[in-house]
Nanobody, 117 residues
Framework: VQLQASGGGLVEPGGSLRLSCLAS????????MGWYRQAPGKQRELVAT???????NYADSVKGRFTISRDNARNTVYLQMNSLKPEDTAVYYC????????????WGPGTQVTVSS
């Protein structure tokens, strides 16, 4: 499985960005696609996930501001980020966990999101 993310960039506080992640290769079965982020000097943390069955999960810090969506036909997951704050600045990583055997855990190369005036 290969993951290709796009959509990062520089935005002012209060602005919006939309991240996209396209999965290619052996994308089949039950899986969870999502976004994690890592700020300088901090550990990687969950942002949001979207399971192939339809359930979603969000970090408390982004609830009400970020929305994750998924297009199964295109093997693509999106992260709409609104009301961005400076503390959202991080490298955002796309992730796919395949639960169906053979299990797997895959990461994309990351895309930088910088929120600054």
């Amino acid at each position: 499985v290969q993951l290709q993310a796009s959509g990062g960039g520089l935005v002012e506080p209060g602005g919006s960005l939309r991240l996209s992640c396209l999965a290619s290769g052996s994308v089949f079965g039950i899986n969870v696609m999502g976004w994690y982020r890592q700020a300088p000097g901090k550990q990687r943390e969950l942002v949001a996930t979207f399971a192939s069955g339809g359930s979603t999960n969000y970090a408390d810090s982004v609830k009400g501001r970020f929305t994750i969506s998924r297009d199964n036909a295109r093997n693509t997951v999106y992260l709409q980020m609104n009301s961005l704050k400076p503390e959202d600045t991080a490298v955002y990583y796309c992730n796919l966990v395949r639960i169906t055997i053979p299990r797997g855990n895959y990461w994309g190369p990351g895309t930088q999101v910088t929120v600054s005036s």
